[in-house]
């Protein structure tokens, strides 16, 4: 269920389980976060959004950091799961590749907007926030290289160096796509930068013995 749907479907003046009313706070808070960003964004918006009291907020979230977090928290988690998905979804090294890269459009393509916390925070000079992007963007690239270094042969830190490079052009180009309106359809925009990426990586032989 995505942001929306959770906010749209919230029963007013129902008491919720603690988790569906955490997932319900989260919902609203995604949405107000995504539209004004952190700093613009105020926790009285968030509770009016979501169809609560502040003190029932404030029960759940101490601040608007705390919140800010566990939304950064979900949505960075979501993103590596989408990329280890797609690593394991073919032994096909090009189709690996496209799914990988696939799963950085659909990250990034999805309503609620929740790549805008990850790749475009205004928050970003928060340790705390900084700290979280970084480490999924590692965990990403980290995810890949393990699958480059099997199948080449490469050291791990050139391995790593590879990944880093994959990882990076897939959410550049895809928040480029999006932004820019482009009308290239997400499979063609898909094709075209696996061809990019593929003519470079399948240049280093595959590893193994009937290689």
Same mark, same amino acid.
Request: with cysteine; hydrophobic share 45%; aromatic share 6%.
């Given at each position: 269920m995505t942001a929306i749907e959770q906010t749209e479907a919230r029963p007013r003046g129902t008491r919720l389980p603690r988790r569906a009313r955490r997932n319900q706070l989260l919902g609203a808070a995604q949405e107000v976060f995504v539209a004004q960003g952190y700093h613009a964004a105020a926790m009285d918006d968030i509770a009016e959004r979501a169809g609560v009291s502040k003190p029932v907020l404030y029960q759940h979230f101490p601040g608007k950091l705390d919140l800010y977090l566990a939304l950064l928290d979900q949505h960075c988690d979501n993103l590596l799961q989408a990329v280890r998905t797609a690593l394991a979804s073919t032994s096909d090294n090009k189709q690996r590749v496209a799914a990988t890269m696939d799963a950085y459009f659909a990250y990034v393509?999805?309503?609620?907007?929740?790549?805008?916390?990850?790749?475009?925070?205004?928050?970003?000079?928060?340790?705390?926030?900084?700290?979280?992007?970084?480490?999924?963007?590692?965990?990403?690239?980290?995810?890949?290289? !393990?699958?480059?270094?099997?199948?080449?042969?490469? =050291?791990?830190?050139? =391995?790593?160096?590879? *990944?880093?490079?994959?990882?990076?052009?897939? !959410?550049?180009?895809?928040?480029?796509?999006?932004?820019?309106?482009?009308?290239?359809?997400?499979?063609? *925009?898909? !094709?075209?930068?696996?061809?990019?990426?593929?003519?470079?990586? =399948?240049?280093?032989?595959?590893?193994?013995?009937?290689?």
């Open positions: 393509e999805d309503e609620g907007g929740a790549f805008r916390l990850v790749f475009e925070s205004d928050l970003t000079n928060e340790p705390a926030v900084r700290e979280r992007v970084d480490r999924v963007s590692l965990a990403c690239a980290e995810a890949i290289s !393990q699958v480059i270094a099997e199948d080449t042969g490469l =050291a791990k830190e050139e =391995a790593m160096l590879l *990944a880093v490079g994959l990882g990076g052009v897939s !959410q550049v180009v895809a928040r480029y796509w999006l932004s820019s309106g482009s009308t290239v359809p997400r499979g063609t *925009a898909v !094709q075209l930068l696996t061809s990019l990426a593929w003519r470079g990586i =399948a240049g280093f032989p595959k590893n193994g013995p009937e290689h």
